[in-house]
């Protein structure tokens, strides 16, 4: 038997329907087989894109995106797997798009780090640290000028707060009172620098109080904290209070890029990563639902059966998928040159 | 999405290009004719007035001098939120631009000096130029990002920078370098209506100008240069203020016989290779103007385009009017030094004739 759930879910879970719960646990559960299944494909070196994996990280897209309906817009990053899944993008396209492929997201331009599905408000990502935070500023402009409740949410990470542009950005999303909430993944490394060695202050949220902006900082690991966190914020963007930004504590399984924990780096230790493992958001968050009877153990069978077989199905579609064109290099690079 | 019922996308694209009669009009006809700055201020009002997606951002664009009248208080008249003042933040005010391009606005971003585009690089090469391509044709990003240099009287090393050299460099991007207000207006529609992010750098000294500039919207296509003085002895290309310059010296250089063809090529990046190609074989003699520095710049990537296509038709070496490839000096007589003009076309055509 497993230990227990170390994670206390019963703190904030309130009114949250049992149907959300399951819904929070599935996603979590689909981003995290996806992260899986990818690191086991990648030394194949059939998928030639650096891939930056989200595995520890799922509490947050599933807990966010649960919030936005397909009209919101999404700004991702190059760690935006979770990102593009929880906000409805196309798995299939996802993987193509690894694989190079014309059936991309993005048609075999963007890899793993240039995600995009309009179809769903995924506006893209970048690969450029913070470079997607200013955009999701404009969008939320572009919403204020249309006058429609449309709410912006961009995804980054603690090496973006080391970026001017997100202080420009917060600026001028309080002077607009733009609808747009900026979602820090505090996951304590930019590459291999821990944070201590990049930025003075203990939390990030505080960094943000002389902007005025409300402005939290909780569990990114508890998908019910997120949850919660999640409705307040796109609550007040939708109702015109103006942005917010969240720091949600969190660690990033994996290394920096591609399959493997990095620990033979150096730069961090196995305790740490152990620790952190300890504090699983899809293992403990299943461990809570079965202890309270919200699912059971053959609906988590079943689950993994359907997602089993869908990832199966999205490989398989990205391997069969033709490779672009050669001779469409230069497509796409202007509007009138296609 | 919210008020489109009261847009109006089908604006005239319509090109009149040869309804400008000439050049420089000013009280010379009884044509339409306006100071340039005019001009642009008549292209936002017109444009702001059918196009409710377009909206103007900029540091000053609302103050009392309205960006040298261009911008002058149409605040008033289209309201805050459409055309409005910013914080000093370059970088993300220009992503703020990509922002709302991506969900359907046309930003025209508007910068009193090319100098603090610097400081959007990030935005501007390493996401609006890239964000269609990298993402498979999916998005576009229909942003004008509008900058004027600040020649003259002192202004030193950051604040009179030609950088369409940088910009011309990167792929994604649009260019563009009128000379005349007609040029002016009709360019700066193509520009709005275009779906790619358009650099649209212009020049002070233009400014001084007036000419004629018909009354309605009207758009001047990318990547075809004009024909502004015909000649059979020397082609002198080049675009914005340099052209000015380049008639001036083809003035002079009637006086001594010798007849230059003077082209303005509009815009950098379409480049109308074949209006430059076409009058080399004409003249054989080529001469290459830029406000900007010549090291790796417009006249380096001009002069490499002729020796690859037209290396047959030249009859002397290529010569290049640029900026030296020194900072802008500040004092006055250093400055009349560092800038071409009239004197060095003139020397160059007189070397090239004999």
């Known amino acids: 038997m497993e230990k227990g759930p170390m994670i206390n879910y019963d703190k904030n879970i309130g009114d949250i329907p049992r149907e959300h719960l399951v819904r929070l646990y599935k996603q979590m559960l689909r981003i995290r087989k996806v992260q899986v299944r990818i690191e086991e494909e990648y030394p194949k070196d059939e998928m030639k894109t650096p891939v930056h994996l989200c595995k520890g990280q799922e509490a947050i897209p599933a807990g966010m995106c649960a919030h936005l309906d397909k009209e919101d817009y999404l700004l991702s990053n190059y760690r935006g797997h979770g990102h593009y899944l929880a906000k409805g993008g196309d798995l299939k396209s996802l993987i193509a798009e690894l694989y190079g492929r014309e059936t991309g997201c993005s048609r075999g331009r963007g890899g793993s780090m240039h995600l995009i599905d309009n179809s769903v408000g995924l506006l893209g990502s970048s690969s450029i640290v913070a470079g997607g935070i200013p955009i999701a500023t404009g969008a939320a402009l572009g919403s204020l000028l249309q006058g429609n409740k449309r709410v912006t949410m961009v995804l980054f990470g603690d090496g973006a707060v080391d970026e001017g542009v997100l202080y420009e950005s917060i600026n001028f999303a309080m002077l607009k009172r733009l609808p747009v909430i900026y979602v820090c993944e505090n996951n304590l490394y930019a590459v291999c620098s821990h944070r201590s060695n990049r930025q003075p202050s203990k939390d990030i949220y505080e960094r943000f109080d002389g902007f005025g902006i409300s402005r939290y900082k909780a569990d990114g690991n508890n998908v019910v904290d997120v949850y919660c966190v999640g409705r307040r914020a796109v609550e007040d963007a939708r109702r015109g209070k103006g942005p917010s930004f969240i720091e949600f504590c969190t660690y990033r399984w994996c290394g920096h890029s591609g399959g493997g924990t990095d620990i033979e780096l150096g730069y961090r230790t196995q305790e740490e990563l152990d620790a952190w493992m300890e504090r699983c958001p899809l293992k403990n968050f299943e461990l809570f639902l079965l202890d309270r009877q919200v699912i059971s153990g053959s609906d988590i069978t079943c689950f993994n059966q359907a997602f089993d077989k869908e990832i199966d199905e999205a490989f398989e579609f990205a391997r069969n998928s033709p490779f672009p064109d050669e001779a469409e290099v230069s497509k796409y690079l202007y509007s009138d040159g296609e | ?354």
């Open chain 2, 1 to 354: 999405m919210a008020n489109r019922s009261k847009i109006s996308f089908d604006w005239d694209k319509k090109s009149i290009e040869k309804e400008e009669p000439g050049f420089d009009h000013s009280g010379k006809s009884e044509a339409r004719n306006i100071p340039y700055t005019q001009a642009i201020y008549e292209t936002l009002e017109q444009i702001l007035a059918i196009d409710s997606r377009v909206f103007i951002m900029g540091q000053g664009v609302d103050d009392p001098s309205g960006m040298f009248g261009a911008t002058l208080n149409l605040h008033k008249k289209y309201g805050s939120q459409r055309i409005f003042d910013t914080p000093l933040s370059e970088d993300a005010l220009t992503g703020v631009a990509v922002g709302a391009a991506l969900v359907g606005m046309r930003p025209i971003y508007m910068h009193n000096r090319p100098d603090f585009l610097l400081l959007a690089m990030d935005q501007i090469v390493n996401h609006a130029s890239k964000w269609r391509y990298m993402f498979g044709g999916r998005s576009n990003v229909p942003i004008v990002i509008w900058a004027v240099i600040g020649r003259g009287w002192g202004s030193g090393a950051q604040h009179s920078q030609a950088l369409q050299g940088l910009f011309m460099h990167v792929p994604g991007l649009k260019l563009v370098m009128p000379s005349t207000p007609y040029d002016a207006k009709g360019l700066l529609v193509s520009s709005v209506l275009d779906d790619d992010p358009v650099v649209f750098i212009e020049h002070r000294w233009a400014f001084k100008h007036t000419g004629y500039v018909p009354d309605k919207l009207y758009a001047i296509p990318f990547g075809k240069g004009v024909i502004r003085k015909e000649g059979g002895d020397v082609t002198i290309v080049g675009a914005s203020y340099m052209v000015i310059e380049a008639l001036r010296a083809a003035e002079e250089l009637r006086t001594r016989g010798i007849e230059a063809e003077v082209i303005d090529l509009r815009t950098l990046n379409p480049l109308d290779e074949d209006i430059i190609l076409t009058s080399l074989k004409k003249t054989g003699r080529l001469i290459i103007v830029d406000t900007g520095w010549k090291t790796a710049g417009v006249t380096a990537e001009i002069a490499a385009m002729v020796s690859e296509k037209g290396l047959n038709f030249l009859k002397k070496p290529v010569k290049r009017i640029a900026a030296p490839d020194i900072p802008t000096p500040s004092g006055y007589v250093l400055e009349r030094k560092f800038y071409p003009g009239v004197r060095e076309v003139v020397n160059a055509a007189v070397e090239l004739a004999e």
